[in-house]
T-cell receptor
Framework: GAVVSQHPSRVICKSGTSVKIECRSL??????MFWYRQFPKQSLMLMAT?????????EQGVEKDKFLINHASLTLSTLTVTSAHPEDSSFYIC????????????FGPGTRLTVL | RKEVEQDPGPFNVPEGATVAFNCTYS??????FFWYRQDCRKEPKLLMS???SGNEDGRFTAQLNRASQYISLLIRDSKLSDSATYLC??????????FGQGTELSVKP
């Protein structure tokens, strides 16, 4: 149990386009989902915390108008990178937390974004 | 100063060796602590939680020293399959995880 999927696994796009990444908890309901970004040879950096039905909480330095997060259901959160630029190229990983006292986070397989 | 600091390595060790990783964290209010393993271009996977009393899982032993804000991971009898990046992770509350840069381990035959 506790499987999290992400789609797509890899995306290459032109500069200026928007890219949507989906994160799904397949066999449990996730009250909270988290979005991370990882640049090569660096640590995962938390971008935002998303609770179902409410606005995401963004970390300092993360532009909420550029990285749109929607958590419309207990099994789906989406991250949209708007007007992507080459510096947005990174590995984007989501995680999901069951809640109810269970704090373990289950990570998705990640989405590798390359902006040309 | 980074919130979670690790020696990035790489640590190159022969099979069967014992290797130790260290980690320090800066937030004294941190609530829980973990070691994750990340293989190249994959998501991190939980290796083990870390407790002040120390805990062991097979060949892996983790230790937490809250007073000095220090976390360690010991791997005994290294296997080729242990080659990966080991991430020290701290929960600072509200479910927020802060990841260290990771320590790269390469186990050679």
């Amino acid at each position: 149990g506790a499987v999290v999927s992400q789609h797509p696994s890899r995306v290459i796009c032109k500069s200026g386009t928007s890219v949507k990444i989906e994160c799904r908890s397949l066999d449990f309901q996730a009250t909270t989902m988290f979005w991370y970004r990882q640049f090569p040879k660096q640590s995962l950096m938390l971008m935002a915390t998303s609770n179902e039905g409410s606005k995401a909480t963004y970390e300092q330095g993360v532009e909420k108008d550029k990285f749109l997060i929607n958590h419309a259901s207990l099994t789906l959160s989406t991250l949209t990178v708007t007007s992507a630029h080459p510096e947005d190229s990174s590995f984007y990983i989501c995680s999901a937390q069951r809640g109810g006292g269970d704090n373990e986070q289950f990570f998705g397989p990640g989405t590798r974004l390359t902006v040309l | 100063r980074k919130e979670v600091e690790q020696d990035p390595g790489p640590f190159n060790v022969p099979e069967g060796a014992t290797v130790a990783f260290n980690c320090t964290y800066s937030n004294s209010a941190s609530q829980s602590f973990f070691w994750y393993r990340q293989d190249c271009r994959k998501e991190p996977k939980l290796l083990m939680s870390v407790y002040s009393s120390g805990n062991e899982d097979g060949r892996f032993t983790a230790q937490l020293n809250r007073a000095s804000q220090y976390i360690s991971l010991l791997i005994r009898d290294s296997k080729l399959s242990d080659s990966a990046t080991y991430l020290c992770v701290v929960n600072i509350g509200g479910g927020k995880l802060i990841f260290g840069q990771g320590t790269e381990l390469s186990v050679k035959p």
